[in-house]
């Protein structure tokens, strides 16, 4: 089966850097249990019924697929993974009804949050005396002696 660049998905590059990758340094990446990758499998087919079954058109791609997935959510818990299964309706309404790749399924299990959306920076932020001006001004006179005169 042919596909033009227009039809190469974000998977399809995920194997091909597999297939590149050195015997000695896929041996070292440790891997998500298949049982584990088997069921979420069949919670995507399920989900998204042939967008999602159409990327393994046979026993190999499906076997070199999985892999590539139990590769990309190692270090994920199963909770981890309810949370991505959970979030996948929004997802789906974002995408037109595709799915996730295996990275995109991996953002949707632990969401990336700025340290400014983290309770600790919060609160350390909260509890933090305002800054000393003088102290400001006398930094920022170094950084222009630094940089030079700026007209």
Request: aromatic residues 6%.
């Amino acid at each position: 089966m042919t596909q033009t660049i227009q039809q190469i998905t974000p998977d399809d590059l995920s194997q091909l850097k597999r297939l590149t990758m050195n015997a000695d340094e896929s041996a070292r990446r440790p891997a998500m249990s298949s049982r584990v990758v088997d069921r979420l499998f069949d919670r995507l087919v399920a989900e998204f019924d042939h967008k999602f079954a159409s990327k393994m058109p046979d026993k190999q791609a499906e076997d070199d697929l999985k892999a590539i997935w139990a590769e990309r959510l190692n270090g994920l818990t199963v909770e981890d993974i309810r949370k991505g299964i959970d979030q996948l309706p929004a997802f789906v309404r974002r995408s037109d009804g595709w799915p996730p790749g295996a990275a995109e399924f991996r953002e949707l299990c632990r969401p990336h949050r700025e340290p400014y959306e983290r309770a600790e920076f919060q609160k350390r932020a909260l509890t933090q005396d305002p800054a000393d001006k003088t102290v400001a001004q006398s930094h920022i006179d170094k950084m222009r002696g630094r940089m030079g005169a700026v007209e």
